[in-house]
């Protein structure tokens, strides 16, 4: 390890300590110190660490004026107030941790999601079946929980699926997106993500779904020490599934599962990976009748044609023309006075204005990642 980036991580653990003794005039210097080193080595490292270094120095900047402006409560005089402040900070976790609780079971079932066979297929097997009957799965010595990780393009129904999941199974539901565990106040994220994994395993029987899991789990690389602690924090808390005394399932959903970690996918973390791509033709039909088959329609329309002209659109894509269409078909009754009623045409209209969000470059990607990651 370089000098430079030595004394970096030196400060940085000196200023995290301070921080938590309550000791406000030395958390302002390290930080500081951690923020000048980290300067020097963007000016080092040039290229692209350059940027993510100078993040850095301004993310400790940024520590040591929240400082300044709100000095630190507590301290290590030995008066007590330091343990008040971190009782004080664990209360906010753990408050944080509720708010990630989603106690209203979601509504979406299995059967509210078109196609997915191989996905609700694993997910059935894997978490459903061992809970259904636990006598059976403990005499196969299998033990239900574990990680499964939902990749593939936007709107094709990764949280749709999580949600189900909660559903199915009388679990508790947590729901937290990388963006929202990730917070620029270094320290707070893996205190976030402690609170959130600790409130999980207090459960009975959890369903732990984080959304765009590839914010929270970037590539480590020495770039961010931030990022770097909170990979290492989750792998070391969501290593041992099977020596836990509560059923736990990770569900991680991504857009961007080049962007995560290598060791996330090793085993006992995301053991199941499971590429969720576009529809096909059965589940576009399937999204099609969802939406529309309850509403005032066009007499004969022909869903096995639509199915076909959605080819390449996500499931979001396909709700986003069909609401479009009913816009229309709204429109066209309050000005007209008519009944409403949603017609081919409609959708023909919405069609023609709306494209598909993914390219089949962007498909191809998801592919090619699957084939050289997981075989
Ligand atoms: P992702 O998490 O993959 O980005 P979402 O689960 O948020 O996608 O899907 C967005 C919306 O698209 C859903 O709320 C739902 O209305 C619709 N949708 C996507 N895929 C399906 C599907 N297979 N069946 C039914 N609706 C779907």
Redesign the pocket.
């Known amino acids: 390890m370089s000098f430079l980036l030595n004394k970096k991580n030196e400060h940085e653990t000196a200023c995290e300590e301070a921080i938590r003794a309550g000791k406000s005039r030395e958390a302002i210097f390290h930080a500081a110190k951690a923020a000048e080193f980290a300067y020097a080595l963007a000016e080092q490292a040039g290229g692209s660490l350059q940027p993510r270094y100078i993040e850095e120095a301004e993310g400790w900047l940024e520590i040591a004026e929240k400082i300044k402006q709100a000095p630190l409560k507590g301290g290590a005089a030995g008066d007590g107030k330091g343990a008040k402040a971190s009782a004080q900070k664990a209360e906010e976790g753990d408050v944080a941790a509720d708010s990630w609780l989603i106690t209203v079971k979601p509504k979406v079932s299995f059967d509210?999601?078109?196609?997915?066979l191989d996905a609700k297929e694993s997910i059935h097997d894997m978490v459903i079946l061992p809970l259904k009957d636990p006598e059976k799965a403990r005499a196969l010595k299998l033990k239900p929980g574990g990680g499964v990780l939902l990749y593939?393009?936007?709107?094709?129904?990764?949280?749709?699926?999580g949600k189900a999941v909660a559903h199915e199974l009388d679990a508790a539901f947590f729901y937290a997106s990388g963006a929202q565990l990730r917070s620029k106040w270094h320290g707070e994220s893996e205190q976030r993500l402690r609170a959130l994994l600790q409130a999980a395993k207090s459960q009975p029987v959890a369903v732990l779904f984080l959304?765009e899991v590839d914010g929270l789990l970037p590539k480590r690389g020495g770039n961010s020490v931030v990022d770097n602690r909170i990979v290492a924090q989750f792998l070391a808390e969501v290593g041992g599934f099977e020596e836990s005394d509560n059923v736990l399932l990770i569900l991680g959903?991504t857009?961007n599962p080049w962007d995560i970690d290598e060791a996330v996918f090793r085993t006992g973390r995301f053991d199941e990976k499971i590429h969720?791509g576009l529809?096909d033709d059965p589940?576009r039909q399937?999204?099609l009748r969802?939406h529309l088959e309850s509403l005032p329609l066009q007499e004969g329309f022909d869903f096995a044609k639509w199915a076909d002209r959605l080819t390449g659109y996500?499931?979001?894509d396909?709700?986003g023309i069909v609401n479009d269409a009913k816009r229309a078909a709204l429109r066209r009754s309050v000005t007209g006075n008519t009944d409403p009623q949603v017609t081919e045409a409609d959708l023909e209209q919405a069609f023609k204005t709306i494209p598909s969000s993914v390219t089949p470059a962007m498909l191809r990607r998801y592919q090619e990642f699957g084939k050289q990651r997981f075989g």
């Open positions: 509210d999601i078109a196609g997915m593939g393009p936007p709107g094709t129904g990764k949280t749709l699926l959304d959903a857009n969720v529809p589940a399937g999204i969802m996500t499931g979001s396909i709700v």
